[in-house]
């Protein structure tokens, strides 16, 4: 059976299962919380065990979908951080299957709710290819009659075996800001390693290697629609302040995600159409 639905009516996740890899979708979010090529034996994408699985909670893992804006809203702090979308239920549309990999498409569209956070028209599909590569894609329409803006990431937590000999590679050169403790620009030298919390916004749309020494395996993760990378791992002091998240888990994962945030925002006429994606691919030896 390529898919099901589990019938938990108030919080249904689909389960893919294709011989090149399985997966499980929760439609509170469109949210990808596991992809497991085959020949992998755990999930690619790191699911934190306290995750909460409850409609309109954000889930600690896999890939949150950020969107319309990533990171705090820029003036009202009262909404949520990193958009509305990630804890709205999206729409289930096609699951198709062809030799290679799994099609699943999710849809959202401006709601009564919505509107009252982000008083703008929209249509979101996500197209996600599960197969030895898993690829994630949003594609973004301004249905509106007037022009808006926003900033959005694919929030991807992957698993490693240990951060703390895990480097991250492909951003050489590259200038980042570290989160919000400064806004200078720095140059990145060399390969990102862990040793404290990163909370990293790089200027870059180049794909990036995760080179999980002690999983004896890199992670390849390639973007496009995206002009920055975010890197971060909240080291231990950030992870014990996350109720939905072991004290010790840090160690566990790291997050690259596809973004463009803040301050470079991306203006959409009405009509206007943007796809923000994501591809991961697993080297071994
Ligand atoms: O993408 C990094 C980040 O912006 C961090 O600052 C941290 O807040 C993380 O996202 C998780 O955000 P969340 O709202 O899911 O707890």
């Given at each position: 059976m390529p898919h099901t639905l589990q019938?938990?009516?108030?919080y249904p996740i689909l389960e893919i299962t294709h011989p090149k890899a399985t997966a499980r979708i929760a439609l509170n979010g469109a949210h990808v919380m596991e992809w497991t090529p085959s020949g992998e034996t755990a999930s690619v994408l790191y699911m934190s065990p306290d995750a909460l699985l409850e409609p309109g909670k954000p889930i600690r893992g896999g890939i949150p979908i950020c969107w319309?804006?990533?990171?705090?809203h820029p003036i009202d702090s009262d909404k949520p951080a990193h958009g509305f979308v990630r804890t709205m239920p999206w729409t289930l549309g096609d699951v198709t299957e062809t030799a290679e990999h799994s099609t699943v498409l999710l849809h959202l569209s401006e709601t009564e709710d919505s509107l009252k956070l982000w008083p703008h028209k929209f249509n979101l599909t996500l197209e996600v290819k599960i197969g030895a590569q898993l690829s994630i894609a949003l594609h973004i329409k301004n249905t509106c009659t007037e022009a808006w803006s926003m900033t959005g990431a694919l929030h991807t937590y992957l698993t490693v075996a240990d951060i703390r000999e895990t480097a991250v590679i492909g951003l050489d050169d590259a200038y980042y800001v570290e989160s919000r403790l400064s806004p200078d620009r720095i140059e990145q030298s060399g390969p990102i390693h862990f040793d404290r919390e990163v909370d990293r916004n790089y200027e870059s749309r180049d794909t990036v290697r995760v080179l999980d020494r002690k999983g004896d395996r890199t992670l390849v993760v390639e973007k496009s629609g995206s002009r920055a990378t975010i890197v971060w791992n909240p080291w231990i002091e950030k992870s014990k302040r996350?109720?939905?998240?072991?004290?010790?888990?840090?160690?566990g994962f790291l997050c690259i995600e596809a973004a463009n945030a803040a301050p470079d925002i991306i203006p959409m006429s009405p009509g206007k159409e943007h796809t923000l994606s994501q591809k991961l691919t697993i080297q071994r030896g």
């Open positions: 019938n938990s009516p108030t319309p804006w990533f990171g705090p996350l109720a939905d998240l072991p004290d010790e888990a840090y160690f």
